[in-house]
């Protein structure tokens, strides 16, 4: 039941020595707000209230949230929730809190659920310092022309300034997870891109063949034509690929096509 149960909510908890590393790299003073997503059994939460934030913990997990009430349950910094973070009103909480920080050792199966969905109200939040596998953490922070570079990496770096802390091993969870995980820091960026609706659908279609030319790589979800106009229009190569593009290329490039400006 308990390895169902792990399996199911992604849960691999941290030890001590890590626990403690990571929850230091939080940037975050006495009485300022911290929401926790996944707290598990508390490893960094634990630290993160010793320093005396006040800290909202979100946790899916009823036996965590049992767990986490016994031993943090009399603590006044310490708030929890026991709900789906995809379904916590996050708007809500951010109205109601002054530029909180966002952290977590994220459960692997929704970390980029999680994390696409918090982009847009970044610049509500001081911003995100947390734990996602390293393939992910690296698609997250590479920058245009390198392999890992993606819609996800324009769809967070449109918003965030992105900078990978640590790499951490299997090693130092319990159970074991199969793959090697990071933390990264996710900022505000002053200069936040102004996204339209349909904006980030656009940029996905752009990657749907990546290996294939700008013009040829949207498959069939835009005018090929229009594409191959706009490419002349902003004096792009005719070889230019999705990979080259940053994102305000790319919203640019989403004027001329979908917008016609
Ligand atoms: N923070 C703990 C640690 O580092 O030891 C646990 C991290 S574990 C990788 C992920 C945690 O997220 C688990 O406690 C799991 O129950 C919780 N979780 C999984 N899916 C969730 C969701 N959709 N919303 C909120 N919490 C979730």
């Not at 001590?16 to 929850?23: D, F, L, P, R, Y």
């Not at 700008?214 to 979800?221: H, P, R, T, V, Y």
Request: net charge negative; hydrophobic share 40%.
């Amino acid at each position: 039941m308990d390895r169902a149960r792990r399996r199911k909510f992604g849960q691999n908890f941290l030890d001590v020595e890590t626990a403690v590393a990571i929850a230091g790299d939080l940037p975050a003073n006495e009485g300022e707000a911290v929401l926790e997503i996944g707290p598990g059994h508390g490893a960094l939460t634990e630290h993160l209230l010793n320093r005396g934030v006040d800290l909202t913990a979100v946790e899916i997990d009823e036996q965590c949230v049992a767990v986490l009430n016994e031993k943090f349950g009399e603590r006044k910094n310490f708030h929890i929730t026991n709900i789906d973070f995809l379904k916590f009103d996050l708007q809500k909480f951010l109205d109601e809190h002054d530029k909180p920080w966002v952290t977590g050792n994220l459960p692997y199966n929704v970390s980029t659920a999680i994390i696409a969905g918090l982009m847009p109200r970044l610049h509500l939040t001081k911003g995100f310092m947390g734990m996602v596998q390293l393939e992910v953490a690296e698609r997250i922070c590479a920058s245009p022309c390198s392999k890992n570079y993606g819609s996800l990496s324009v769809l967070v770096s449109a918003f965030a300034d992105t900078q990978i802390l640590r790499k951490i091993g299997p090693e130092h969870f319990t159970p074991k997870p199969n793959v090697d995980s990071a933390t990264m820091l996710l900022t505000p960026r002053a200069d936040a891109l102004q996204a339209p609706e349909g904006f980030f659908d656009f940029v996905r279609a752009a990657f749907t063949q990546k290996r294939k030319t700008l013009a040829n790589s949207f498959g069939s979800a835009y005018d090929k034509k229009k594409i191959q106009e706009a490419i002349e229009l902003l004096d792009y190569p005719t070889t230019v690929r999705a990979e080259e593009l940053s994102p305000e290329q790319f919203l640019e490039f989403y004027r001329v096509i979908v917008q016609g400006e």
